[in-house]
């Protein structure tokens, strides 16, 4: 199968789970000790997303494939309590109004149970209110964004990702220490993504350092090559960047040809995967800092750790044309294995309420991917997947840890 067929399948089916045992009740049904919402049976668990296969954002989309390798491995094995995980993510190229349909097509037509690890913060606000309204999880998505962190107003949505607040904080409190009086230049995606990052940073910077320069982008812009120009002449001695995908490659590889040498040079940790900076270049990517809270599987010091072996051993059988160093599918992976437990502790009750409960009592919970000392800290009333992280300096290779988890 062609890589180009094997990303159409899973636009409508990821998983190749058994076929449909019967059809999905209307409401909860109640038979033998067991309880269903749409979405479950005595035979398969739907679970849904969406996520850019194709777009400015497609970088991501090994996060949706290694969890089809996964829920694939794992239904060979027998699935969650004898359940076969029926996985169906759908392409939205980073797109709102794509998502929105296929969300629609998720629940309305698919059916499914729960929705989880959805990427992109514009894309999943858009359909937050609609899977709230009908009280469907929205689990673990793969973004950051503080709004997400709401139980109040929408109990039924879960970031997955260091919120961007608490990593900004971290960030700015890390400038200020080591270089107090800091001068700070500043790329950031012309959105609620870019604005997070930013503006939390300047907040917690305070009056211990100041933002010089500021340059945007957006994602249909080609390059960022006179972004990086302007804020290479700003006189800064800090780069902050908080840029996605290509453009972290782009604005990590200028910076070095520009022959700019701020005294740090910060990146963010959605954008700190070897696939996204090491197409930069060795030279380039000396000296990045970023907080850290994923295991670098590029790095010999991981190369015996079961979690990793386990899943270079999936990647291999299914995704041979994915990097083993490709640390975005290993999280991916992670993220998988943790929704399966969730799915495993609500045994035969698998309503969406039940579901969402096992969801948010994550406090304490590790995953393969995390670094040690680094476990999720999701509680019913603050939905915050991650409370520290670990700030790190790449050499060129490999990340050099700075010490213990710190938080904001």
Same mark, same amino acid.
């Given at each position: 199968?062609? +890589?180009?067929?094997?990303?159409?399948?899973?636009?409508?089916?990821?998983?190749?789970?058994?076929?449909?045992?019967?059809?999905?009740?209307?409401?909860?049904? &109640?038979?033998?000790?067991?309880?269903?919402?749409? $979405?479950?049976?005595?035979?398969?668990?739907?679970?849904?997303?969406?996520?850019?296969?194709? $777009?400015? /954002?497609?970088?991501?989309?090994?996060?949706?494939?290694?969890?089809?390798?996964?829920?694939?491995?794992?239904? #060979?094995?027998?699935?969650?309590?004898?359940?076969?995980?029926?996985?169906?993510?759908?392409?939205?190229?980073?797109?709102?109004?794509?998502?929105?349909?296929?969300?629609?097509?998720?629940?309305?037509?698919?059916? *499914?149970?729960?929705?989880? /690890?959805?990427?992109?913060?514009?894309?999943?606000?858009?359909?937050?209110?609609?899977?709230?309204?009908?009280?469907?999880?929205?689990?673990?998505?793969?973004?950051?964004?503080?709004?997400? %962190?709401?139980?109040?107003?929408?109990?039924?949505?879960?970031? $997955?990702?260091?919120?961007?607040?608490?990593?900004?904080?971290?960030?700015?409190?890390?400038?200020?220490?080591?270089?107090?009086? #800091?001068? *700070?230049?500043?790329?950031?995606? %012309?959105?609620?993504? /870019?604005?997070?990052?930013?503006? !939390?940073?300047?907040?917690?910077?305070?009056?211990?350092?100041?933002?010089?320069?500021?340059?945007?982008?957006?994602?249909?812009?080609?390059?960022?090559?006179?972004?990086?120009?302007?804020?290479?002449?700003?006189?800064?001695?800090?780069? !902050?960047?908080? @840029?996605?995908?290509?453009?972290?490659?782009?604005?990590?590889?200028?910076?070095?040809? =520009?022959?700019?040498?701020?005294?740090?040079?910060?990146?963010?940790?959605? @954008?700190?995967?070897?696939?996204?900076?090491?197409?930069?270049?060795?030279?380039?990517?000396?000296?990045?800092?970023?907080?850290?809270?994923?295991?670098?599987?590029?790095?010999?010091?991981?190369?015996?750790?079961?979690?990793?072996?386990?899943? +270079?051993?999936?990647?291999?059988?299914? =995704?041979?044309?994915?990097?083993?160093?490709?640390?975005?599918?290993?999280?991916?992976?992670?993220?998988?294995?943790?929704?399966?437990?969730?799915?495993?502790?609500?045994?035969?009750?698998?309503?969406?309420?039940?579901?969402?409960?096992?969801?948010?009592?994550?406090?304490?919970?590790?995953?393969?991917? =995390?670094?040690?000392?680094?476990?999720?800290?999701?509680?019913?009333?603050?939905?915050?997947?991650?409370?520290?992280?670990?700030? $790190?300096?790449?050499?060129?290779?490999?990340?050099?840890?700075?010490?213990?988890? &710190?938080?904001?």
């Amino acid at each position: 199968m062609s +890589e180009e067929d094997a990303v159409d399948r899973r636009q409508f089916l990821v998983t190749g789970a058994a076929a449909v045992a019967g059809a999905a009740l209307a409401r909860p049904a &109640i038979a033998k000790g067991k309880k269903y919402d749409p $979405g479950a049976s005595d035979t398969e668990i739907r679970l849904g997303q969406t996520i850019p296969y194709s $777009g400015a /954002g497609s970088v991501y989309g090994a996060v949706g494939r290694a969890q089809a390798a996964y829920f694939e491995e794992l239904n #060979a094995k027998g699935g969650v309590n004898g359940r076969k995980i029926r996985f169906i993510s759908l392409d939205d190229a980073y797109s709102a109004p794509k998502c929105v349909e296929a969300t629609r097509r998720l629940v309305e037509q698919d059916e *499914v149970l729960a929705f989880f /690890g959805s990427l992109g913060t514009a894309p999943q606000v858009a359909v937050q209110k609609y899977l709230n309204g009908k009280g469907i999880p929205q689990l673990l998505l793969n973004t950051g964004a503080p709004r997400f %962190n709401d139980p109040k107003q929408y109990p039924w949505t879960t970031p $997955g990702l260091p919120l961007y607040s608490i990593e900004a904080t971290i960030l700015a409190n890390f400038v200020a220490k080591e270089l107090p009086g #800091a001068r *700070v230049a500043v790329l950031s995606q %012309n959105d609620e993504y /870019g604005r997070d990052y930013l503006n !939390y940073f300047k907040k917690a910077l305070g009056d211990r350092g100041a933002v010089v320069a500021e340059a945007t982008y957006d994602l249909t812009d080609a390059t960022v090559d006179s972004q990086m120009l302007k804020l290479s002449q700003s006189g800064a001695d800090v780069f !902050y960047n908080c @840029s996605s995908g290509k453009f972290t490659t782009q604005s990590i590889k200028k910076v070095h040809e =520009l022959n700019w040498k701020p005294k740090l040079n910060i990146i963010i940790s959605t @954008s700190a995967g070897s696939s996204i900076i090491n197409p930069a270049g060795e030279e380039a990517t000396r000296g990045l800092y970023c907080a850290q809270y994923v295991k670098n599987i590029s790095e010999k010091r991981w190369q015996d750790d079961p979690a990793v072996k386990e899943w +270079e051993a999936i990647r291999a059988k299914h =995704l041979p044309n994915i990097d083993p160093d490709n640390n975005i599918a290993f999280l991916g992976y992670s993220v998988g294995v943790l929704m399966a437990g969730i799915l495993e502790k609500c045994g035969d009750e698998l309503t969406r309420e039940n579901v969402l409960k096992h969801a948010t009592n994550l406090a304490g919970q590790t995953a393969p991917a =995390l670094l040690p000392g680094i476990t999720y800290g999701i509680t019913p009333t603050d939905y915050s997947p991650f409370n520290a992280m670990i700030m $790190g300096r790449y050499d060129g290779k490999s990340w050099e840890l700075m010490g213990d988890p &710190i938080s904001r």
